[in-house]
């Protein structure tokens, strides 16, 4: 194959190779475990701490509330269920959306299982939750609100220091999915009124099974990993130190120039998006239409089956998806186009492209000629589409 374009930046990104050159020593000269008190552990230990500090300088937080994880959903994971058992004296009801990661769901539907409740916020057209469904859905017994930052399937972007403001009003501790803001968008933990704030290091071109979780300094939390004292007693077993430089090293990179980088996604964005409606009919384009992840462009193509269109772009050199990597391989809708209001036929039609710093107007040129090819010949093989054209 000639030609290749990857498309699917949401679902992870290359390792940049500022960020392996910065990696590289810890694999094998610098191996030391960071809990030695030899000269070998201390290096490492002088590397984590750096990157605990690249980490908190992004999200104006200090560098004691950054603790190093093995990624997103496990972040997802001990920020819920950590502020669960710990203040389940003062109250068991949790507040999410209908639209979060399943990290962010399945944890929720586990506490349902064990004493918990859990209101599930309804989304607009586009994605967006209504802050007076909010208020309305407070309770004495509420202890915590988790709600993502921005959508990883839509792109559509939650008024979050609003509902921050919320939450701090009213005494609840604050967690947000950030695992596809980060990177792309500009964060301030004290600004935004986070308490609890999950990333991932492979979505900003660092590398996969390492993450984040922020936890504001007095925030009342268990431990997800029972075991040694790493992570200031907070998060056991021996730190994941290559993974933990290159997160460092890589979120440093992203917020370098990065009014610049996303004026160029925007715009990469906005010309797929207008090219595709130029050019194909009976499309739906999801999320809200600006406020909206720099490179996220999703759509529903009516009379498609979402798992033939990624076929044939793969067949063609580009990589897509249809929504959540996550999910890839289920034969369900999304949850997500579901909850915006589409029906079950349209949202089996859905393509997700995301954009990256490394994609250009060629390629999005390219593959829009390519959608326009394959989304003609799959609706002749299409019997409902077969009626639309006859009734023309």
């Avoid at 475990?33 to 490492?44: D, H, K, Q, T, V």
């Avoid at 007693?233 to 990179?253: D, M, Q």
């Avoid at 992840?293 to 998806?321: R, Y």
């Avoid at 369900?332 to 186009?337: A, T």
Wanted: with cysteine; glycine share 8%; proline share 3%.
């Amino acid at each position: 194959m000639e030609k290749y374009i990857y498309m699917d930046n949401s679902a992870t990104t290359p390792v940049r190779k500022e960020v392996l050159d910065e990696m590289l020593p810890y694999f094998t000269e610098k191996y030391g475990n960071p809990s030695s008190i030899y000269s070998l552990g201390s290096a490492s230990r002088v590397a984590v701490e750096k990157a605990r500090e690249q980490v908190a300088k992004v999200l104006n937080a200090d560098k004691n509330e950054i603790f190093f994880t093995a990624g997103g959903s496990e972040s997802d994971n001990w920020a819920i269920k950590g502020i669960a058992l710990k203040n389940k004296n003062k109250g068991n009801h949790i507040i999410t959306t209908k639209i979060e990661h399943h990290a962010v769901l399945h944890t929720c539907e586990y506490l349902e299982k064990n004493g918990f409740e859990v209101t599930y916020l309804d989304v607009d057209q586009d994605g967006l939750i209504n802050l007076d469904d909010l208020k309305n859905a407070i309770k004495d017994e509420t202890i915590l609100i988790t709600i993502m930052f921005a959508n990883n399937e839509i792109g559509t972007i939650q008024p979050i220091k609003e509902i921050g403001q919320i939450a701090r009003e009213r005494g609840i501790y604050f967690h947000t999915d950030a695992v596809q803001a980060v990177g792309n968008l500009k964060i301030d933990v004290k600004d935004m009124n986070i308490d609890l704030l999950s990333l991932s290091g492979h979505k900003f071109y660092g590398p996969k099974g390492v993450g984040v979780l922020y936890i504001k300094k007095g925030t009342k939390i268990d431990s997800l990993i029972a075991g040694g004292a790493q992570e200031r007693n907070k998060r056991a077993g021996t730190e994941n130190v290559p993974g933990i430089v290159g997160l460092g090293k890589a979120i440093e990179l992203a917020y370098e120039n990065l009014d610049e980088k996303n004026e160029k996604l925007i715009k990469l964005r906005d010309r797929l998006i207008s090219k595709i409606e130029e050019n194909i009919k009976y499309v739906r384009l999801n999320g809200h239409r600006t406020n909206r992840l720099p490179g996220n462009v999703n759509f529903c193509f009516e009379f498609i089956e979402g798992e033939s269109l990624l076929l044939s772009l793969d067949m063609v050199g580009v990589a897509a998806s249809s929504g959540s990597a996550c999910t890839s391989g289920s034969l369900d809708p999304s949850h997500v186009l579901l909850a915006i209001g589409l029906p079950h036929e349209i949202a089996h039609g859905s393509l997700r492209l995301s954009l990256g710093i490394y994609n250009t107007e060629e390629e999005v040129d390219y593959v829009v000629d390519k959608l326009v090819e394959i989304v003609d010949r799959l609706r002749k093989m299409s019997p409902l589409y077969d009626k639309i054209a006859e009734g023309k």
